[in-house]
């Protein structure tokens, strides 16, 4: 079974709701048994890379909140993140472009490393003091950290257009499956849940999707010749 996860960096319900998947994932019985693939999704994909402003402030421009709001929001955050035993500094952080980290975390899907990019860079964005926004050599540790070349990293970040049409089809993916916020979860391609929802919602998801599995239906006779097995290749009698 397959489970797509379509998210941003910098997107704290993000950050919270993954946490949420996988304590279910942990506690799911066929957790074996299913692929977690993590899908690209900027909040902000106009955004110039050097374009970095304090998260309060690109609250308040962007969604005319007053100072006092966004900072409760961030406050309530906060201890969202903390039930879920995540750190989360609402204060100081900042806010920036992201398609850089979206184009390395393609490059980690190819070596295996994918999932422990993504947790790297969840943590540097919402509980590091540095910022993880223009600045390559910051992203390039992260990408070390979690297992990847260094001379691999450096070379995407070198050139814009590594990975760049994988981050846009993402994008262009989740905008045909309906997904015009994040997280976004699907499953087998048959279920979604959108948003940071509790843990029991996301073990009663990867239940039923697991469940409705449709058993795979032979077409023809198991004994039709032009097939190969452990036992050798069937051989046409005439």
Same mark, same amino acid.
């Given at each position: 079974?397959?489970?797509?996860?379509?998210?941003?960096?910098?997107?704290?319900w993000? #950050?919270?709701? %993954?946490?949420?998947?996988d304590k279910?994932?942990?506690?799911?019985?066929?957790?074996d048994?299913?692929?977690?693939?993590?899908?690209?999704?900027?909040?902000?994909?106009?955004?110039? %890379?050097?374009?970095?402003?304090?998260?309060?402030?690109? *609250?308040?421009? %962007?969604y005319g909140?007053?100072?006092?709001?966004?900072e409760?929001?961030?406050? $309530?955050?906060?201890?969202?993140?903390?039930?879920?035993?995540?750190?989360?500094?609402t204060?100081g952080?900042?806010?920036?472009?992201?398609? @850089?980290?979206?184009?390395?975390?393609? *490059?980690?899907?190819?070596?295996?490393?994918?999932?422990?990019?993504?947790d790297?860079? #969840?943590?540097?964005?919402f509980?590091?003091e540095?910022?993880?926004? @223009?600045?390559?050599?910051? *992203?390039?540790?992260?990408?070390?950290?979690?297992g990847l070349?260094?001379?691999?990293?450096?070379?995407?970040l070198?050139?814009?257009?590594?990975?760049?049409?994988?981050v846009?089809? @993402?994008?262009?993916?989740?905008?045909? *499956?309906?997904? $015009?916020g994040?997280?976004?979860?699907v499953?087998?391609? %048959? #279920?979604?849940?959108?948003?940071?929802? /509790?843990?029991?919602?996301?073990?009663?998801?990867?239940?039923?999707? #697991?469940g409705?599995?449709? /058993?795979l239906?032979?077409?023809?006779?198991?004994?039709?010749?032009?097939?190969?097995?452990?036992?050798?290749c069937a051989?046409?009698q005439?």
């Amino acid at each position: 079974m397959r489970v797509e996860i379509w998210s941003d960096i910098a997107c704290p319900w993000c #950050y919270v709701g %993954k946490a949420r998947f996988d304590k279910a994932l942990r506690e799911f019985p066929h957790r074996d048994e299913v692929e977690v693939v993590h899908r690209s999704f900027e909040l902000d994909p106009g955004r110039a %890379k050097g374009d970095v402003q304090p998260v309060i402030t690109m *609250l308040t421009r %962007k969604y005319g909140m007053s100072p006092a709001q966004a900072e409760a929001g961030e406050d $309530n955050l906060g201890a969202q993140a903390a039930a879920e035993g995540l750190d989360y500094r609402t204060r100081g952080r900042d806010h920036g472009s992201t398609f @850089d980290m979206h184009r390395l975390l393609h *490059l980690a899907r190819e070596h295996g490393r994918q999932e422990r990019l993504l947790d790297l860079l #969840y943590r540097a964005n919402f509980a590091d003091e540095r910022s993880v926004f @223009d600045d390559d050599e910051r *992203l390039v540790e992260l990408a070390v950290a979690a297992g990847l070349e260094e001379e691999a990293a450096r070379a995407v970040l070198a050139d814009p257009r590594a990975y760049a049409d994988e981050v846009r089809a @993402d994008e262009r993916e989740a905008a045909q *499956l309906g997904a $015009n916020g994040v997280p976004f979860f699907v499953l087998d391609r %048959k #279920y979604g849940v959108s948003g940071a929802q /509790p843990a029991e919602v996301f073990t009663r998801a990867l239940a039923q999707a #697991y469940g409705d599995r449709a /058993p795979l239906e032979i077409v023809d006779g198991a004994d039709a010749d032009g097939a190969c097995g452990p036992d050798g290749c069937a051989v046409p009698q005439r």
